[in-house]
Structures are given as structure tokens and as C-alpha cells.
């Protein structure tokens, strides 16, 4: 086994892989060769092989889109912690292609692990919305209508699918300036 190689030391290479290759060009051959050992070295890490590397890779994704979100967000409030929010949202899947595509496929539910996984992202969301006079159950079709709406664009235009040539900024800001003003909308309007 390569001396300092561990299981975070795999999953980075991993995830630089998929963002480079696209995460369905990521196997444990090609992984092992990237980090200069053999196969079955990896198998010491990832007993479950490719699919735990996998589920992995969406654990790790999460995570580090809860770091680059909550930084984005601190010194801000209300609008502008949105606003923040969205756009560190929309960079890191830019950047990180292979990553996202990784982190689409999992069930919250599946697990504690897999829903603790997105709860970071979900709480920063949360915690920015106290700032507005809402419901618990307005904050939660909020917090859903932006994870819809951040994963869905993102996803599409990770893909090359916006071909009309408006620009895509100014439609993602139309997107998010139409969602901020349905907030605003429901302030004070706490009955169900």
C-alpha cells in the first residue's frame, strides 16, 4: 500500500476525477492508476468497492457544499444571504461537475448518514429564513422550492441544456429576484 494513502486521501482523488473524466469514467482501476497502486489496494479502503467509494464521493459532495455555501453566507442576512447562497451554489457545481453528478442520486432517508449528509445545506437555509416573518411549514416549501430550483438549473446548465441565447446570469437572476419577491410576498402572512 502507497504510504500515506487513506480513505479522504481516495475520495479527493476521486472527486477530482469525476470533475475532470465526469463521475461515470470513475473506477477503481482508473483510480488506483491515478494514485500509483494496484486495485486491490483500494479494496482495503472501500470494502464495498465502487459503490461505496460512490455513496462516498455524494457524502463528501455534501459536505463540502455546506462549507461553501455557509461561508458565502456569514456576514449576511436575509436577501443577501440568499442571494450569496445561490450564487456559491451555482459556482460549485460549475467547478465541480463530477462532484454534483455524484451527489444527485441518493435517498436523504436511506440512512442517518445519508440524512445528515444534506442537513447542513438544509439547516444554512433554515437559519437564513428566521430573518423573515414566516411559518415553520412556509420555511420548509421554501427551503424545498430552493433546493428545486438550485439543483434543477444547475443541473441543466452543467449540461450544456439552455440553448436560447438569452443569457443564462441574467435568467438565473430573474429566477431568484421572482423567488425573493414570493418571500416577500408572504411576510406577515403566517396563516395556514
Known amino acids: 500500500m502507497k504510504i500515506g494513502l487513506d480513505r479522504k486521501t481516495i475520495i479527493e482523488a476521486a472527486a477530482n476525477m469525476a470533475d475532470e473524466r465526469g463521475i ?8 488506483a492508476a491515478e494514485l500509483g497502486v ?14 461505496e467509494l460512490n455513496k462516498e464521493l455524494m457524502l463528501y459532495g455534501w459536505c463540502f457544499l455546506e462549507q461553501k455555501i455557509t461561508k458565502a453566507a456569514i456576514g449576511k442576512s436575509k436577501d443577501d444571504a440568499i442571494i450569496a447562497i445561490c450564487f456559491a451554489y451555482r459556482r460549485f457545481v460549475a467547478e465541480h461537475k463530477g462532484l454534483f453528478e455524484a451527489m444527485q442520486w441518493y435517498n436523504m432517508y436511506q440512512s442517518e448518514e445519508h440524512l445528515q449528509a444534506t442537513q447542513g445545506m438544509v439547516s ?9 416573518e414566516l411559518s415553520e411549514i412556509q420555511k ?11 439543483q434543477g438549473f444547475s443541473s441543466i446548465e452543467s449540461h450544456g441544456g439552455y440553448g436560447n441565447p438569452l443569457s443564462i446570469n441574467d435568467s438565473f437572476d430573474f429566477a431568484l429576484k ?3 419577491n414570493g418571500i416577500h410576498d408572504l411576510q406577515g402572512e403566517t396563516k395556514e
Open 124 to 132: 444554512v437555509f433554515f437559519q437564513v429564513l428566521d430573518a423573515y
Open 178 to 180: 421572482t423567488i425573493l
Open 24 to 31: 461515470a469514467n470513475v473506477t477503481l482501476k482508473l483510480l
Open 38 to 51: 494496484k486495485s486491490p489496494s483500494l479494496y482495503k479502503h472501500f470494502n464495498g468497492g465502487l459503490d
Open 140 to 150: 420548509v416549501h421554501i427551503v424545498r422550492m430552493f433546493r428545486g430550483f438550485l
